[in-house]
């Protein structure tokens, strides 16, 4: 594989504009290439031969002269390329490198000049993100330090007696249990005296006086530490988000199990999370001086000279490659970790903090369609907030599909064979059960408890729709909302739940009629609400996400599935009321109610697909009518997705405008309009998760926040 695919495949997604541009470097020196095949094929003007010749004389009387022997200097003059120097920034501390072309006089210098230019800005670039980066992983670090300390001081008072605790109260506790996140205090650096204490504990009694003099380097937490800290109450659930309503997220410790158990696990997740973003950081160091390196050499493959040594010594100077900051980072987190969350077992405790690779399977290879999102690197196991090593592939989703659908080809195939063979024809009752068969097929495959059928895949699908269910009592997270928004894009399928509710407890399904259509009128009322409720969810996840992120924007998201929801109501209405015979005198009324709503919400929903969702029609973006920042080169792709989902959204018309196709059943014709529903949320989903995907590429954004369990009320005790 070439580096530049090597370098593309390896990257964090949303740091991608922070790396080396290793194509565009590589860009000018093609540039160079092409120059020399074009002045190749011409002689130089005189002049030019002139200068050359002047320029081999005065090279040979300096070879000869010896004046390049001075100070004892191996290296000679003429071999020098380039002069690298360190330059301070004027009314700043900080210094930027900068590269001093010493050849640009030479026949293509002007190319070379400006390769050294950008090689320079994309040197001085990858170097502020990672210094800014390593400044932010260190102060995140003293954070979990201190939240370390106090989860250590919190478990000695609940899991020690109450005799044994009181022992400790008011004392420092032992070296042994709480160094290890202390830190040491002259390195700046935090999480890093596990070793030392551990070697401290394992000497011999003549060592005595060294282990003394290393547990004075070290100051343990007081468990009076519990004195200024408080329990955080994330409202992440209905409990705990009612408690929030009436009083503040931030409690007092109870020196309770609960709360024990609480706050392991969140620091459990934050220093896992905290991990990985180490390792990714690790990453980024490595393969941008790795680039730097190869079009370094690159560069002396094509232009015949020796300049990548003094530039990649210089590299190798900077604080990109002297700083070991991360690397000591990682291995205090991995030292912390393994002693305090696997009981000092060192292959678990880095199984918990290494997520595994999703392994591609033989079985499902043959499987393509739905590969964008992987072709174009968008990072959807982020966004959606899957475990890493859980999240299923395009081939797996194909698979999971496809297998649903034969299972549904299966069942309609099965029904009509036993309505249309002579012989079986007369087990109708029997007939009337494969629809049931086949939804409580797919409801047990659901909740299957079995490690089969993706079952983390599964469960996250029930804990976002339980999510959606119990709004607002959840915090909103971006898989919660975005699963809402697929069902509302599912009312048919909710009404037809009902229907089967109706059609099998009723038992009109041993007669096969639909009695309870004509004698029900909960029947009616519960087809408007079933339909409401994905909208309603929308509705009121918005109106959480106004309270909390003070975001306007979310309050006119609010009003559109508002909208929404009166549309429906009235388009529903109008069409019960167009069945009646004879038509009731109202139906005028309610035509022009079920029109106006229905058509102000298909405007109102299309903007905000196109403008909000996607991202797009932005005056002045670099792509006009775009945006600034495109997966998909093919720039006509965006605007036939921007034409058919309007066309799709005019589709929510149908019923007002009783617009029939003459050979088409109505049923045929509802389940149509389900089909081109559904086609369209596919359409807005690629491109709604590619506008996420640039808003955090946008930001930098690559990692999960995660609330940590305590909250210290005086920063000073640190």
């Known amino acids: 594989m070439k580096f530049g695919r090597e370098l593309a495949s390896q990257m964090v997604q949303e740091w991608q504009t922070a790396y080396m541009d290793y194509q565009g470097l590589k860009t000018l020196l093609k540039n160079h290439i092409a120059f020399r095949k074009n002045t190749a094929l011409s002689p130089p003007p005189p002049e030019v031969s002139r200068s050359r010749s002047l320029k081999r004389r005065l090279t040979m009387y300096r070879a000869f002269s010896g004046l390049n022997n001075l100070r004892g200097s191996p290296k ?14 004027e009314g700043s501390d900080q210094s930027y490198y900068q590269t001093m072309f010493l050849r640009s006089s030479e026949e293509g210098g ?30 995140e670090a003293e954070e979990l330090t201190k939240q370390m300390d106090a989860l250590i001081a919190l478990k000695i008072i609940v899991d020690k007696p109450p005799t044994v605790a009181a022992q400790f109260v008011g ?15 002259q390195g700046g650096l935090q999480l890093d005296a596990i070793q030392e204490v551990e070697m401290s504990s394992e000497g011999g009694d003549g060592d005595g006086e060294v282990r003394a003099k290393r547990n004075r380097a070290f100051r343990p937490a007081s468990l009076e530490v519990l004195d200024h800290v408080k329990i955080n109450v994330e409202p992440d659930t209905p409990v705990s988000t009612l408690r929030t309503m009436v009083g503040s997220s931030k409690s007092d410790l109870s020196f309770s199990k609960d709360e024990l158990t609480k706050a392991e696990v969140q620091l459990r997740q934050a220093l896992t999370e905290f991990y990985q973003q180490l390792r990714l950081l690790k990453s980024y160091c490595f393969m941008n001086v790795l680039a730097f390196s190869k079009i370094m050499k690159k560069y002396d493959k094509i232009t015949s000279r020796s300049a990548s040594k003094a530039y990649l010594e210089m590299v190798d100077n900077s604080y990109l490659g002297t700083s070991d900051e991360v690397n000591k980072l990682i291995e205090r987190i991995e030292a912390t970790f393994i002693k305090y969350f696997a009981n000092g077992n060192r292959r678990k405790g880095m199984k918990s903090l290494k997520p595994g690779h999703k392994r591609e399977k033989h079985r499902t290879t043959f499987f393509l369609d739905t590969f964008f999102w992987r072709r174009y690197r968008v990072n959807y196991p982020f966004i959606f907030g899957f475990k890493p090593g859980t999240e299923l592939g395009f081939r797996e989703v194909l698979l999971l599909a496809s297998g649903l ?48 059928i993706y079952r983390s895949s599964r469960y996250f699908l029930i804990h976002s729709a339980w999510h959606c269910v119990c709004a607002p009592l959840y915090k909103i997270t971006l898989p919660d909302f975005f699963l809402a928004d697929q069902l509302t894009s599912q009312v048919q399928a909710f009404r037809c739940l009902l ?5 099998y407890f009723s038992g009109d399904f041993t007669t096969r009629t639909n009695n309870f259509l004509k004698d029900s009128n909960s029947y009616d009322i519960l087809y408007i609400v079933v339909a409401i409720i994905p909208f309603w969810s929308r509705l009121i996840q918005s109106l959480r996400r106004l309270i909390e992120e003070k975001d306007r924007s979310q309050g006119a998201n609010a009003f559109k599935y508002f909208s929404t929801i009166v549309a429906l109501v009235m388009r529903t209405i109008f069409s019960q009321k167009q069945k009646q015979k004879p038509k009731p005198p109202s139906l005028v009324f309610w035509r022009i109610m079920a029109s106006s709503t229905s058509g102000f919400t298909t405007i109102f929903n299309t903007y905000w697909d196109i403008v909000i969702d996607w991202g797009l029609v932005q005056r002045n973006s670099r792509n006009p ?3 600034d920042k495109l997966l998909i080169s093919n720039k006509a792709v965006y605007f036939v997705a921007i034409v058919v989902n309007i066309l799709l959204r005019l589709v929510w018309m149908q019923l007002v405008l009783d617009f029939q196709i003459p050979f088409l059943h109505e049923k045929g014709m509802v389940a149509l309009i389900a089909c081109l529903e559904i086609l369209r949320r596919g359409i807005w989903n690629f491109f709604r998760v590619e506008n996420e995907h640039f808003n955090n590429v946008g930001k930098y954004r690559a990692f999960k926040t995660v609330p940590l369990p305590f909250h210290y009320e005086d920063e000073k005790i640190m």
């Not at 007369?426 to 007939?431: A, G, R, V």
């Not at 229907?499 to 059609?503: K, L």
Request: a negative charge; one cysteine or more; aromatic letters at 12%.
């Open 405 to 452: 659908s034969v299972l549904s080809l299966a069942a309609v195939l099965s029904n009509l064979d036993m309505e249309m063979e002579p012989n079986t024809k007369e087990y109708s009752t029997l007939t009337e059960l494969v629809p049931l068969t086949l939804v409580s097929a797919v409801f047990v495959i659901t909740i299957c408890p079995f490690n089969i």
């Open 110 to 139: 002007q190319i070379e000049l400006e390769f050294f230019r950008k090689l320079d800005h994309e040197f001085n670039k990858v170097v502020k993100f990672y210094s800014e980066k390593v400044e932010q992983v260190k102060v």
């Open 171 to 185: 004392a420092a506790a032992p070296a042994t249990v709480v160094a290890s996140v202390n830190g040491v205090k």
């Open 76 to 89: 000679k003059a003429d071999d020098e390329v380039i002069l690298v120097s360190s330059v301070q920034q």
């Open 625 to 627: 009518w775009l945006r």
């Open 499 to 503: 229907f089967y509710a109706y059609y």
